[in-house]
């Protein structure tokens, strides 16, 4: 059975910092893409980053550059969002997401979905 398990979310204030984890089991983690989107309320899901299968190349959203780094560790089967300057913006429904194309999953297509873990940033 495939899983996908995000976790990490919480109530911060503006400025603060989250990491965010997706562990994963019943698929071949080291051979799909890994990425992280958001959903909230009342606006369409976003990209926010994904991971090549070894780790070498990242893609990231415009609005989260430079604050927000996507990470993976193989021997783990997890990815990891480590999310720095928060701010109220970045409130949503976040959750991982695996495809073995690349292209595919910054698109919005995926194999496989987390269930989600919410942040919220006060301001």
């Known amino acids: 059975q495939v899983r996908l398990l995000d976790s990490g979310g919480g109530l911060v204030q503006a400025g603060d910092s989250l990491r965010l984890s997706c562990a994963t089991s019943?698929?071949?983690?080291?051979?799909?893409?890994m990425g992280w989107f958001r959903h909230a309320p009342g606006k369409e899901r976003e990209f926010i980053a994904a991971?090549?299968?070894?780790?070498?190349?990242?893609y990231y959203g415009d609005s989260v550059k430079g604050r927000f780094t996507i990470s993976r560790d193989n021997a783990k089967n997890t990815v990891y969002l480590q999310m720095n300057t928060l701010k109220p913006e970045d409130t949503a429904t976040y959750y991982c997401?695996?495809?073995?194309?690349?292209?595919?999953?910054?698109?919005?297509?995926?194999?496989?979905w987390g269930r989600g873990t919410q942040v919220t940033v006060s301001s």
């Open positions: 991971i090549s299968c070894n780790g070498r190349t990242t």
């Open positions: 997401a695996a495809h073995e194309n690349s292209e595919r999953l910054r698109g919005g297509t995926a194999n496989y």
């Open positions: 019943g698929f071949i983690f080291s051979t799909n893409h």
